[in-house]
DNA sequence: TGGAAAAAGTCTTTTAGCCGACAAACACAA
DNA sequence: TTGTGTTTGTCGGCTAAAAGACTTTTTCCA
């Protein structure tokens, strides 16, 4: 179990360089959780401020705006930080769910990180570059949304989750599907019903095929 | 000459709390350059990898998209760091232009920079929450892009101009006008033909009032 | 000072895609 | 297997705002 973990993070791309000493610095001030599908991890009361990273299964970051809508702001996978990013404090209108059967995680307390990367510069530099292209990531994310019409968007939502995937010899990408299409319209920002109607436009212009629980996309399209 | 420089990273957020020292060390590898209005600031060529803060004067981003169409991400004033902020390379297709009559800016190459953070992981840390800021500052802006209408955006856009200048006696604020309407449109995301007919109803209205010089702005509608 | 270019103003037409309403298909529990 | 909630499918009406076309005003510099 221990050595999981300790494994884990050693191979994560922020610590990857570290020596053992400091390796078992960063694991001692790190906390394991597994936790099962529908979960929701808050990141308020005792997950305050605190940064997360993803070490098994797939969550869905979700806000609520003042209206009082659910938004899907993000899907993450294995090896993404996400929480407290900015080390300063984490929204309270905001928390993750778990998509898939189980997922782990491990966080830092923001203070216990800050600590942690003042002594370690080369983490420090690390961590500011990954920041710097998070932001990066949100920002093509939003441009796409603003020029693009929701078609294309609905076709890069699902180029983007097809790249960490295998291609079958057939040309098609397997995606499993913890999504519905209220979620993806979320994503894309758009409605329950446009999703549903492209994706059979989709699927009758033989680009993707679709069940309840895979996506098929010819990769070539994308 | 050269202590106004030194005096200006010191009042930077920052740097602030830096000693002696390693201000002049941060000082020696700024480099500072003063343009003119309408002077454009590739962020490619000689520029290819740095971090800039602008010293005085005001500045917008405004990036060539696939479509060659030119889109203003972003208006920044004294202060604010704009650039390579993800410290590994620098947008080819984005550039700024000056839009006061002088503007002054400091910058650093990205490798100078990422070696003194290196030394100093309490500037690396104050970086990455300044970034931090500067994302949820995105998130703000394009989630009021996404889910409000054309005029609330207008407004809001006004807003934030307006919550740096002085307001009247008279209950207005006034803002310099820096930007056309094409520009206002391109930074809320919408056609110069809505906002100049919205400009107009929100003058009828008694919101607003302006010239091609000013926009006056009621600022308790705001 | 005049004349061209840029910006602003005002129409009208067009359209993407939102929204509500309802029905069908599926999931899951008892 | 039957019932109940959830997800998906389909349709037409509707509207905000984009897009186009043209005029008027302002800018600016030769």
New binding site residues.
């Given amino acids: 179990m221990y050595s999981s973990q300790y494994w884990y993070l050693q191979n994560h791309s922020l610590f990857k360089h570290l020596n053992n000493s400091d390796l078992n610095e960063i694991c001692y001030i790190a906390a394991y959780k597994t936790v099962r599908k529908g979960d929701i991890i808050f990141f308020s009361e005792e997950n305050n401020g605190r940064v997360f990273t993803l070490k098994k299964g797939s969550l869905k970051i979700v806000k609520i705006d003042v209206e009082g809508n659910e938004i899907v702001k993000d899907i993450l996978k294995v090896g993404d930080l996400f929480g407290s990013l900015d080390l300063i404090e984490s929204n309270e209108d905001e928390y993750a769910i778990v998509l898939s059967d189980t997922a782990t995680f491990c966080s830092f307390k923001t203070a216990d990180f800050e600590k942690f990367i003042e002594n370690k510069p080369e983490v420090a530099v690390k961590y500011t570059k990954w920041i710097g292209f998070w932001f990066k990531r949100l920002e093509n994310r939003y441009s796409n949304i603003m020029f693009k019409?929701?078609?294309t968007r609905l076709l890069n939502f699902l180029k983007d989750i097809a790249k960490d995937h295998q291609t079958d010899p057939d040309g098609y990408v397997s995606l499993p599907?913890y999504?519905?299409?209220?979620d993806i319209?979320s994503l894309i920002?758009?409605?329950?019903?446009?999703v549903?109607?492209l994706?059979?436009t989709l699927k009758s212009e033989g680009i993707i095929t679709?069940s309840?629980?895979e996506i098929k996309v010819k990769i070539s399209v994308l």
């Fill in positions: 019409d929701v078609k599907n999504l519905t299409h209220q319209a920002c758009s409605t329950r019903q446009t549903t109607s994706l059979n679709y309840r629980k």
